[in-house]
């Protein structure tokens, strides 16, 4: 039997309770593993963790954000795992939010003035104390060096069925060819998400969108007739606020980020569940087919039934062109060397 930690700077990397209010990239994968009968912990780090600690692991996956984010709460642990299993085969780093250009810079940052990685305005970040003593806050600060000036270990990233490896390349050039792997984990979404209790005769005019503060979604704004608000109403909504959301809108814009770079988001997943077609730059999706080179002010004129059945073949679509849960055991299996242990196991 397999065991894989997952742990990281967040508690999107680390807790299954905020996986079961909003579905996490981490907690899908965990989800994943636990189906194909491996044992997934997911559990913050910490500094006070020994070599012996991490010895039971066939691999240990590492969430990473933004050093200088104000939801890095337990980055300390993080680097200090990332320190301790430096240059160990069985470490992975995992990229899941957008925008990941963000934590080069924020590297940079620290690198650049190392007073940023622990002052008082962090205070409250897990184990703050610790990091603050000046032989721990060195030890940290050697493998933010690395992450700069050495190559990335192996790198499992958030990935669309149009997201391609170059993408992420473009905002973390210390990436390697041959390990990086883009996982879509969307397949167990689509049949999980659960649907409004209410009845779905209505559709309120307007947008939900991933995010709204994009220059894509600027351009929108000026092609479309109907309001786009945030499919996140409020900062702690869950998962079933926003499914609801998306339920009753014209539609969901999936935003793509800076240098027009898309980016996984469990909104598209959602929205084709419950019926609700997505709109995103169709240069990258137009891959899938027609139903996804469909324009936003084309389906601004469809009435209800045209709208659903679009949804209907976008999500056709996507079924096919997204690893089933099958597969998607399969690709974590090789995206964290575990491949030719589970064979010799069963050979």
């Not at 990397?13 to 189906?35: I, K, P």
């Not at 104390?129 to 940290?140: C, D, I, M, V, Y």
């Not at 997204?322 to 995206?335: H, M, T």
Request: aromatic letters at 6%.
């Amino acid at each position: 039997m397999k065991k894989v930690l997952l742990t990281g700077m967040t508690a999107q990397h680390t807790s299954r309770r905020a996986h079961a209010r909003s579905a996490t990239f981490s907690g899908l994968l965990a989800e994943s593993m636990a189906s194909a009968g491996w044992v997934a912990d997911m559990i913050e780090p910490s500094m006070a963790w020994t070599d012996q600690d991490l010895d039971d692991y066939d691999a240990v996956v590492v969430g990473l954000a933004p050093l200088t984010s104000t939801s890095a709460h337990r980055a300390y642990g993080a680097l200090s795992v990332l320190q301790r299993l430096n240059n160990d085969p069985r470490l992975s780093v995992l990229v899941d939010a957008p925008e990941p250009y963000k934590l080069v810079a924020s590297l940079r940052a620290v690198k650049k003035d190392t007073t940023k990685l622990v002052k008082p305005f962090y205070e409250k970040r897990s184990e703050y104390k610790r990091a603050s003593e000046p032989g721990e806050q060195k030890r940290l600060l050697s493998i933010v060096d690395r992450l700069l000036d050495d190559p990335w270990p192996t790198t499992v990233y958030a990935a669309l069925p149009w997201s391609s490896d170059d993408m992420l390349v473009k905002q973390v050039p210390n990436t390697l060819d041959s390990k990086k792997h883009g996982l879509c984990p969307d397949a167990l979404l689509l049949s999980s998400t659960v649907k409004p209790d209410s009845p779905l005769t209505t559709r309120h005019e307007w947008w939900s969108a991933t995010a709204v503060q994009t220059d894509w979604v600027a351009e929108m704004r000026q092609h479309l007739r109907h309001p786009i608000v945030p499919a996140k109403a409020t900062p702690k909504a869950g998962d079933e606020e926003v499914v609801a959301r998306l339920a009753h809108s014209t539609g969901t814009l999936a935003t793509t980020y800076r240098q027009a770079i898309p980016w996984w988001t469990t909104r598209i997943a959602q929205s084709l569940a419950v019926h609700t077609p997505v709109v995103t730059d169709w240069r990258y999706s137009v891959g899938l087919g027609a139903p996804w080179a469909v324009l936003g002010a084309t389906v601004e004129s469809m009435d209800r039934l045209e709208r659903h059945e679009l949804a209907l073949l976008q999500r056709s679509t996507y079924m096919q062109a997204v690893p089933s849960p099958n597969e998607l055991q399969e690709k974590i299996l090789e995206a964290l060397g575990l491949r030719e242990k589970v064979e010799n196991a069963n050979g």
